[in-house]
């Protein structure tokens, strides 16, 4: 029978998965997506180069999308079972609620386990491959585009402007002008044709452009006298030029200039990597007073006081009638202060910033921890949950699993930021939103486990009477005379 339970468990838990995590994958892919939307469009990338970043940026974003899908999953499992009174059946015959939640608190611990793999072996390869692609989408230009009464500088060195494009396929040009720029020289070298044809030559790698009927003019200052510049005018029945393309290849940029960054690392180079900036930090501590003290000056003013007394004594001048001291060691005094200052500044902003690539690396080390841990925790909230609101499908459970996902993921990013901050220590600001939550899954588990009614009124009634120090809650829990007639 326990094996039987087993099976109708995983089996009801199986269906839910597969579908809410490819539908969360889905909507985190097309917000990553989004974000480098501006870099992707209008540069003529091929069918291949965006297949390869969907791919990259899909295994990066499964780390977040399992969480998420185990929440939603073991909530619509175990709603589903309440809703349709499997699980009352179930209890009745004498299994508890702990053991009924085993079978998927087994494959969560699998799946936290296969998370920790993928976020320390695949995720810093799937980073390398993604963004040294991005990078050199970035660097690519826009696709060739030449508009009707725009300049058009995209090709390097040239400037085309075009009046009108005619023709089936707008490959018929009219009214052309062409800025060469080659010579470095300015609108020295100026070309206007009636119209033109434009075509690709040598397999799409140059822009072929045969013009009819038009001039060359061509400025040939003198470099002795600028007034006295030449001018060429030339006339053409028909003209062929040809433009290279290849500015607006990919070019492929060595992976292995992008490998030293913290997302690229895997777990034991992270530690490696943190050990490094931290003797780095250390010696740059150990050094600063060192370093310091080559602004401070030390005079010995003792004999010069003593050979002051001496004169002042044979004199017999009284020490009211002594000269006052000059403003020049004063200033001295000051400016090496300022010197102090200023090096204090500039060393601490130094260590600041090394001391927050060290918490970068760390908050990179916990992040693979925390996130295998999320998905025990989403289960241990969405499964009790589940038992106690007795609802299915994808109403209730939707927008549930939203607002915990939510309060994750907030408390995560201010977690990462108070730790790269210093506002909190890196490992309780990576481990702050498991340990936000942590107590909800509890205390829902507890409710589920005593059958409680933790979305009935009489629930949070009999909690207000339990509160001794709000006399005005249990007052207004109190049943009303009407109430009870």
Known sequence: MIKKLDKLILKAFAGPFLLTFAVVEFILLTHTLLKYLDDIVGKDLGAAVLLQLL???SILIVPISLPLAVLLSSLMTYGNLGEHHELTAIKASGVALTRILRPVW??????????FWFNGHIVPKANLNAYSLLWDVRQKKLALDIREGVFYNGIPGYTIKVDKKVGPNKDILMGIMIYDHTQKSGNATVMLADSGRMFMRFGGQYLGLELFRGHNYVEQPDSRDRSAASFIRQAFKRNMITFSLSSFNMNKTKRELFQQNRMMLNIPQLFHGTDSIQRTLRRERNLLPVRLGGYYTYMRLDTTTRALNRRVAALQIPPS?????TSAHAEQALNRARNVST?????????FEIARDSAEFRIEVYRKYTQSVAVLLMFLIGAPLGAIIKKGGLGVPILISILFFIIFYVFDTMGSKYGREFVLPVGVGMWLSNLILLPAGLFFLYQAYNDSGLLETDFWRRLAQRLPRFPRLRQLAAPTPEASL
């Open 343 to 351: 090096f204090i500044t500039s060393s601490s902003q130094r260590l």
């Open 321 to 325: 009638r002594l000269p006052p001291l």
């Open 106 to 115: 087994i494959v969560s611990m699998l799946l936290a386990g296969a998370a």
């Open 55 to 57: 791919f990259y940026f």
